[in-house]
């Protein structure tokens, strides 16, 4: 079992460049089905979510290589509608590839995606809104069979809450149904935007994405592309904490300042300095923060949830008090008994919690309870006083590529063991 070993207080210098985005690259690998020919990926991140991905595409027939940030992926072998639970199980968000199948073939089979360390993550939303574009789906026992007796065709489909995942299988599943599709309160993820770009690539007709209505035009034949992922917003406001956490001074290249903006607004109430120039991002910490008064995650604009950890272990040794609300995820404070071991002072009533600033954070040995979770664990042990080693590096290792290397490069004392 490797663990990270951290050896903190060292200030964070240099620059570095941003992985691509793990969350536009999923749901753009499960749309790579539709279009039955070769869809190269570039700034794809070599992450297990992605490879998770792969080996679901492989297991349906497809044909995919992945080399230096290259993903190619060729659908035109697709010769299975049914992904096995062991499959599902691997990674969380195989349920994208509902509506990809179904869009392909008429025809989906797998087992409901288990829920994960950060809640239940129901698929209602995403099962009401493809049963409305005409699929017919049974509930088996915890598998679901899928089919489209009549066909796929439009339909005028209201989210009730914006949901990314259900906003893509809609997206992906309606590009080649009869018809016209209008989805009203759509999520905005700049990830929609970017999943928008890869199918109208295709020949697609998909519009209004970003604006929270999203409308499909279904066309006969989607055709092979070649694609770049966005950067990833997460990724980077993941390395904005760790600095701050040091007080540190980075430049951020290869990145959309403007996918960060709620993010980069709490930095800069936290004290630190923050100058755009271009597609980088140059921050400067001061030697302590100061807390900001409420963070609450939202749907995109607004701060997104998965910057929640991260933030909240670079403000545990802040000067003052942090009220957070967490108003995406049932259960997003997993790694708030990671932090108190480091002797964060920081009290959870459900959705609810309130960090009081500490002088110093001391090492500890702790354990990453999911992806997030770990990303704060060694965003506290760069600040913190001491070693301190953090275990659970499977969850790390979703969505954050080689980390420990990016840190080390910036002047951290990040090793894996
Ligand atoms: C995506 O998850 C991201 N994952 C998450 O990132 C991110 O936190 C989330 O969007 C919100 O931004 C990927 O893109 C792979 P949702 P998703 O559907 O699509 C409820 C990370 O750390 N809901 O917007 O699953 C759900 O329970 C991950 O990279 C329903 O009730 O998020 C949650 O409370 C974590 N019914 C809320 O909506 C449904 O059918 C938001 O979920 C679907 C969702």
Redesign the pocket.
């Known amino acids: 079992m490797s663990r990270l070993v951290i050896d903190g207080m060292k200030r964070l210098r240099g620059e570095t460049c941003v992985q691509g985005s793990?969350?536009s690259a999923?749901?753009i690998l499960a749309a790579a089905l539709l279009c039955g020919e070769e869809s190269i990926i570039h700034n794809c991140p070599d992450l297990s979510?992605v490879s998770g991905s792969a080996n679901i595409l492989r297991y349906l027939g497809c044909n995919v290589s992945f080399s230096n940030g290259t993903l190619v992926c060729d659908s035109r072998g697709l010769c299975r509608t049914d992904i096995p639970n062991s499959l599902m199980r691997e990674m969380?968000?195989s349920i994208?590839f509902l509506g990809a199948l179904l869009g392909r073939t008429g025809a989906a089979q797998m087992s409901f995606p288990g829920g994960?360390e950060?809640?239940?993550?129901?698929?209602?939303?995403?099962?009401k809104a493809l049963s409305e574009l005409g699929a017919d789906i049974k509930d088996e026992h915890g598998v679901f069979r899928c089919t489209a007796p009549n066909g796929l065709h439009g339909a005028n489909i209201s989210l009730s809450?914006?949901?990314?995942?259900?906003t893509?299988n809609i997206m992906i599943c309606a590009c080649t149904a009869e018809g016209t599709t209008v989805i009203t309160n759509a999520?905005r993820?700049p990830?929609i935007c970017d999943l928008a770009d890869y199918l109208n690539s295709c020949g697609a007709s998909v519009s209004g994405a970003g604006e929270g209505t999203v409308i499909i035009e279904g066309v006969q034949k989607l055709h092979g592309t070649s694609h770049s992922v966005i950067p990833d917003r997460?990724a980077a406001a993941t390395l904005l904490s760790c600095c701050a956490s040091t007080g540190g001074r980075i430049r951020l290249n290869r990145t959309i300042p403007s996918h960060l903006g709620a993010v980069l607004s709490i930095f800069e109430e936290c004290g630190c300095d923050v100058d755009i120039q271009g597609s980088s991002i140059v921050m400067d910490s001061p030697h302590r923060l100061s807390a900001p008064k409420i963070v609450r995650t939202m749907?995109?604009p607004g701060f997104?949830?998965?910057a929640q950890a991260p933030v909240m272990a670079m403000i545990a040794g802040a000067r003052g008090t942090t009220l957070f609300v967490e108003n995406?995820?049932?259960n997003r404070y997993l790694h708030v008994s990671g932090l108190l071991r480091m002797g964060a002072n920081i009290k959870v009533e459900g959705r609810v919690a309130v960090s009081q600033g500490v002088e110093l954070l001391h090492g500890a040995e702790v354990e990453a309870m999911?992806?997030?979770g770990a990303a704060a664990l060694i965003t506290a042990g760069l600040g913190a006083e001491g070693r301190t080693t953090v275990e659970g590096l499977k969850y790390l290792d979703r969505?954050y590529e080689n980390i420990e290397v990016t840190l080390s490069g910036l002047g951290g004392e990040v090793r894996r063991v």
Do not use: Q
């Open positions: 793990k969350n999923l749901p979510d969380r968000s994208i994960c950060i809640g239940p993550r129901p698929i209602d939303l995403h099962l809450f914006p949901s990314v995942g259900a893509e999520a993820e990830e997460i749907p995109y997104p949830t998965d995406i995820f049932e999911d992806l997030r969505g």
